[in-house]
């Protein structure tokens, strides 16, 4: 389980599953995350920082580590 914190509104961070997401769009409000559950948040980033904020894989964003 990759757990990364992302912005999401108002400046309130937000802890997402990023295994858990299905894709990215960006609109007018920012980048929207969607998941497989069928929820979102809206991220108010431009989607080239969304997506390397979920991609910074640094030892304290990978909180629990699967065993292989």
């Keep these: 389980m990759k757990?990364?914190?992302v912005e999401n509104e108002n400046g309130?961070?937000?802890v997402v599953n990023s295994?858990?997401?299905t894709f990215l769009r960006q609109d007018a409000?920012?980048?929207?995350?969607h998941f497989t559950s069928?929820?979102?948040i809206v991220c108010p980033q431009n989607m080239d920082v969304v997506i390397?904020?979920?991609q910074?894989?640094?030892p304290e964003s990978l909180l629990i580590k699967?065993?292989?």
């Design 3 to 5: 757990l990364t914190v």
């Design 12 to 14: 309130h961070m937000t």
């Design 19 to 21: 295994d858990h997401i």
């Design 29 to 33: 409000y920012g980048t929207s995350v």
């Design 38 to 40: 069928g929820e979102y």
């Design 52 to 54: 390397g904020r979920l």
């Design 56 to 58: 910074d894989m640094k």
């Design 66 to 68: 699967a065993k292989a």
